[in-house]
């Protein structure tokens, strides 16, 4: 049975940071491409950060040099460290892993940026 936990959501003032982690188990981890996306009220989910299993990085614009997405083979957890957050990164965050032929999701956790 493939699962994922994800955490580290929250609510937090603009400019602070959160690191979010989604574990995930039933699956070879170490072969899938693991990303995170975003989902805003009332608009379509979207791609933030994707990392390869050769550790190949790539980041929605408005993200670079904020985020950071990175993997952990041994502990089948990839992590996104999010610095500097404005009030338009707010959304659900979810965890997808995905190969040629099978796409996983997560449940999702909320990130609520505001003063």
């Known amino acids: 049975q493939v699962q994922f936990v994800e955490s580290g959501g929250g609510l937090v003032e603009p400019g602070g940071s959160l690191r979010l982690s989604c574990t995930a188990s039933?699956?070879?981890?170490?072969?899938?491409?693991m990303g995170w996306y975003r989902q805003a009220p009332e608009k379509q989910r979207e791609l933030v950060a994707t990392i390869t299993s050769g550790g190949i990085t790539n980041y929605e614009d408005s993200v670079k040099g904020r985020f950071a997405i990175s993997r952990d083979n041994a502990k089948n957890t990839v992590y996104l460290q999010m610095n500097n957050l404005k009030p338009e990164d707010t959304g659900v965050y979810y965890c997808?892993?995905?190969?040629?032929?099978?796409?996983?999701w997560g449940q999702g956790t909320q990130v609520t940026v505001s003063s």
């Open positions: 997808k892993a995905q190969t040629s032929i099978r796409t996983f």
């Open positions: 039933g699956i070879a981890f170490n072969i899938y491409t």
